[in-house]
């Protein structure tokens, strides 16, 4: 039982100063800031004028940027954090020298930065329910931001592990999160995408948790989504503890 917990101080530890950043005059805004920008702009600016797959583009958009927030948020403040405890206030030395297993400290990691994905998501969600009479909450859309919560939390800490200066995480989102974030099928269906594009897309995990948030049945295309965001989590949480394992600096 003692074992099994291991990973809670980590978890608790992040949650106490994140609760510390939300007091903060404007934290909480900043963090949804981006998301209602393009709610704003492309949402209500199209949303009653233009039809995306037979419903309204407000309604298509909404679902897509709660995808995409979570994404930057599960992915960004983990990462941030796990480069800045190692390179410059040296504190998570202190985790690997204590009788922790990688794999505890991994989770206490992930599961802090899904809750931190989550919470400005449900505000988005909460945005939406309010501007949208479309828009819609099914269990296929709570398993899809719980997925893409961790998934991107697991890839965090990985990026977080293996950057060597703090522009490195700047590097590595301009090269990965910000294209998943525009071409993931958040803004526009993916059919409409080219060809030799929509092969790459469809490697994107974003685009895969883009499908699942927007179905209302498990079919066919919900299924294979499904077992891919959970394929990428599993392999990411895996590589994730290896790397914690093999650190030493």
């Known amino acids: 039982m003692k074992a099994a917990l291991e990973w809670y101080p980590i978890f608790l530890r992040?949650?106490?100063?994140?609760?510390?950043r939300l007091l903060r005059m404007g934290y909480l805004i900043s963090t949804m800031f981006v998301p209602i920008v393009y709610?704003?702009?492309?949402?209500?600016?199209?949303?009653?004028?233009?039809?995306?797959?037979?419903?309204?583009?407000?309604?298509?958009l909404i679902p897509g940027l709660v995808a995409m927030s979570s994404m930057i948020n599960s992915y960004t403040w983990v990462a941030n954090s796990l480069n800045l405890d190692r390179l410059y206030f040296k504190t998570f030395q202190v985790f690997i020298q204590a009788p922790i297993r990688p794999t505890s400290i991994i989770v206490g990691e992930v599961l802090a930065s899904v809750v931190k994905g989550l919470l400005t998501s449900v505000l988005i969600v909460i945005a939406g329910l309010l501007t949208s009479r479309g828009f819609t909450i099914t269990p296929l859309f709570v398993v899809a931001l719980l997925l893409n919560c961790f998934l991107f939390a697991n890839l965090g800490v990985i990026t977080g592990m293996l950057s060597t200066s703090h522009e490195d995480i700047g590097t590595y989102s301009n090269f990965f999160i910000l294209p998943m974030a525009f071409f993931g099928g958040t803004f526009f269906p993916l059919d409409r995408a080219p060809f030799l594009l929509k092969s790459i897309i469809y490697i994107l995990p974003l685009t895969h948790t883009n499908i699942l948030i927007r179905k209302t049945v498990m079919d066919r295309e919900a299924i294979v989504s499904l077992l891919v965001l959970?394929?990428?989590s599993v392999f990411f949480l895996l590589y994730g503890s290896r790397v914690i394992r093999r650190y030493s600096e």
């Open 230 to 232: 959970l394929a990428y």
């Open 39 to 60: 709610l704003v702009a492309f949402g209500f600016g199209l949303g009653s004028s233009v039809r995306m797959q037979g419903t309204s583009y407000l309604d298509f």
């Open 14 to 20: 992040e949650m106490l100063q994140y609760k510390r």
